[in-house]
């Protein structure tokens, strides 16, 4: 996977810290963004199901429009000190659109909207 060179985070060793530290409204932190497709993101949890004491969260995430995903996948998150982390490769250009689910199947869906990020190119395209 790419390393990530535009976290506003700062340096991996350091990067759950302060991205914990953010507390970022639905305690969902995502870095870096814009998300840049081919490169790998790290999302950050403390949400609802987080807060509930689940025993274990599921990033639940697809590409496309918010009501018709395609690349549907499920990623394991690993519970932290920081919170509950999902690191993977962005593999679609159109949009990215997740929520959260535990193993008792209680969503965690940001109040029927899920989370949604449009995906950057890569390209600056400012002086184009």
Sequence with gaps: MKHTKHSKFGEPSYRLQNMSEAN????????PVPITAGEEITVLYNGLLAQS??????????YGSA???TDVKDYKMEKTDRGWVAKFKVENPTRLNFCFKDSAFNWDNNNGINWSFEIHSGKNTKFL
């Design 24 to 31: 970022y409204p639905g305690g969902v932190v995502v870095d």
């Design 67 to 69: 009501d018709a995903w």
């Design 53 to 62: 004491g689940a025993d274990q969260i599921y990033l639940h995430c697809g």
